[in-house]
C-alpha cells in the first residue's frame, strides 16, 4: 500500500515514527545547543538524539525499500527552516525531462534517484507553512507554470501536509 501510494501522489507519511520521548530531546538538545546547524557534529550527548533519525530503522527500511539495498543518505540532518520560508519558490520537479532526482516505476521496475525525508519535531497543521509540494507532480511531463513555482498563485495544487509531532514524510525528490 505504502509503495502504491509513493508511486501515485509522490509522498508518504509514516505515522508517530518518533516517540514523545525521541522528539522531546531532539527539541532539547536544539534549545540547549543554540544553534540550528551541524547536528552530527554537535556535542555528545546533544548529536546523539539526530545521530538516531539518520539512522533510524524505520527511515532506513523505508529506503532500502523503495531505493532497494545500497541507497545512502547523501546529507546530514538539517532543519527545513535554514533552507526553506513558506514564501520560498518551490524546487525539486524536472522529471522526467531533468536526469537529477528522476522517478520511473513500471514494469516491476522502480527507479528513484532522491528521496527527501522529513521529521516533524512539533505539530504542524495544513497551511502553517513549511514544506510543501504538488503531489504527483513526480510523473508530470509538462514544466510547471511559473506562478507555481514562485508561491504567486498555486491554482490549487500546492499541499503544505499536516503533520504531527514524531511523523516521517517521505517525498520523491522530483516532486
Known amino acids: 500500500e505504502d509503495e502504491f501510494c509513493l508511486d501515485v501522489a509522490g509522498y508518504l507519511i509514516i505515522r508517530a515514527v518518533l516517540t514523545p520521548s525521541e522528539v522531546a530531546a531532539c527539541n532539547e538538545a536544539i534549545d540547549r545547543v543554540g544553534r540550528r546547524e551541524g547536528m552530527l557534529e554537535w556535542e555528545s550527548p546533544w548529536n546523539n538524539p539526530f545521530v538516531k533519525l539518520h539512522e533510524h530503522p524505520i527511515l532506513t527500511g523505508y529506503l532500502d525499500q523503495l531505493c532497494y539495498d545500497g541507497c545512502r543518505l547523501d546529507r546530514p540532518p538539517r532543519l527545513l527552516d535554514e533552507q526553506a520560508t513558506p514564501s520560498a519558490p ?49 510523473k508530470s511531463l509538462v514544466e510547471a507554470p511559473s506562478d507555481v513555482l ?23 525528490a522530483a516532486l
Request: charged share 20%.
Open 90 to 138: 518551490l524546487i525539486g520537479g524536472g522529471e522526467p525531462r531533468s536526469w537529477p532526482g528522476s522517478y520511473y516505476c513500471g514494469n516491476n521496475t522502480r527507479f528513484i534517484l532522491g528521496v527527501h525525508a522529513v521529521w516533524a519535531l512539533e505539530d504542524i497543521a495544513e497551511g502553517d507553512g513549511g514544506f510543501s509540494l504538488v503531489p504527483c507532480s513526480h
Open 150 to 172: 514562485d508561491g504567486s498563485d498555486d491554482m490549487g495544487l500546492t499541499l503544505q501536509p499536516e503533520l504531527k509531532a514524531g511523523d516521517l514524510l517521505l517525498s520523491v
